[in-house]
């Protein structure tokens, strides 16, 4: 299979969940314990091997420029002051020069729409698409475990292979949905026959549910040219893998391991936080207990 070497991070979203939090902060800025949602996804994708990052990003969002940008007077005052640690962490976020571009979303209309204002900069070639509301805590980064599949695929027409997990019937409304021909021998992946978006329990194919990590063939673009509204009113990414499945491009859904967290939910932001400061070695055991003891009391 041809590398995948790019990768898509839609952010132009509003953030109204978290109001007033996000009135003047992009919601991907929120933090995780000490890093925002975006940084999360970000080094979940160069960890991956991903080179090229594009940013699908709208008004108010020039705060994540400048985070994964020089900031230059603090890391001269913390070089001044000997603060190396702080230094490192701050110096992280900074890659090589090209490493991200930016593409404006001008309107939004919808993730397959966010996805193809970044067509020309994708070009031709199999690209990810990591949506950062998600964040999954886990051994291995969920989009190198999917390259892994991704690489031993040994098809002659591309392919789409898309990390999903089961749900309970009653949530298939609320992500797109895969529709299983056949299980694979490992039975962690499948081959798909079809994709719907937010399907009604009683209309859903299946409870394997896309949870934002896709690694897609270019001619899903082709598909998105044709701006066809979907569900919601919008134009949907889902759509535009159902008619590449339809076209006879292999598509695959994978179970990835690892748990999920989706911060684009307060209850899900809320427990990645909980999650990612238990496992940090210097808060992680008096934060347990603490926890417990919360949990006791309530
Ligand atoms: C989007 C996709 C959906 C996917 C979900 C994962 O929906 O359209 O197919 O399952 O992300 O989080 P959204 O949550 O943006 O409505």
């Known amino acids: 299979m041809q590398r995948v070497r790019k990768a898509v ?5 509003l953030g109204t969940r978290f109001l007033p939090a996000t009135k003047a902060m992009p919601k991907e800025m929120l933090t995780v314990v000490d890093r925002p949602v ?17 940013f699908v ?3 108010g969002k020039t705060a994540i420029e400048d985070h994964f940008d020089h900031a230059f007077e603090l890391e001269a005052t913390l070089a001044a002051r000997g603060k190396d640690e702080a230094l490192q962490t701050v110096e992280a976020t900074n890659f090589p020069p ?6 404006r979303q001008q309107e939004p ?12 900069v994708i ?9 950062p509301d998600d964040i999954i805590l886990g051994d291995q980064p969920c989009l190198a475990q999917l390259l892994d599949v991704y690489e031993n695929l040994a098809t002659d027409n591309g392919a789409n292979l898309i990390g999903v997990e089961g749900v309970e019937p009653e949530m298939t409304r609320k992500f797109g949905v895969l529709d299983i021909d ?13 994709i719907v978006e937010k399907p009604r329990p009683e209309e859903a194919p299946s409870n394997m549910a896309v949870f934002g990590r896709y690694i897609l063939d270019p001619t899903v673009l082709k598909h998105l040219d044709k701006q066809e509204r979907g569900t919601g009113g919008e134009i949907q990414l889902t759509d535009a893998i159902d008619a590449s499945i ?11 391991e690892g748990r999920r967290f989706d911060c684009g939910s307060k209850e899900g932001f809320v427990l990645a936080n909980v999650a990612y400061a238990l496992q940090d070695d210097l808060m992680g055991p008096s934060l347990r207990r603490a926890i417990q003891e919360l949990v006791r009391e309530d």
Do not use: M, N
Request: hydrophobic letters at 45%.
């Open 9 to 13: 991070l839609p952010v132009a979203g």
């Open 38 to 54: 975006i940084q999360h996804a970000v080094q979940e994708a160069l960890a991956s091997g991903i080179e090229q990052l594009i």
């Open 57 to 59: 990003t709208g008004r």
């Open 98 to 103: 090209g490493t991200i571009a930016y593409v």
């Open 109 to 120: 209309l919808g993730l397959g729409h966010a996805v193809w204002c970044a067509r020309h």
């Open 123 to 131: 070009g031709d070639e199999p690209f990810a698409v990591l949506l």
């Open 182 to 194: 056949r299980w694979l021998d490992d039975e962690t992946s499948f081959i798909a026959k079809g």
């Open 246 to 256: 339809r076209e006879g491009v292999p598509t695959l859904g994978h179970l990835c």
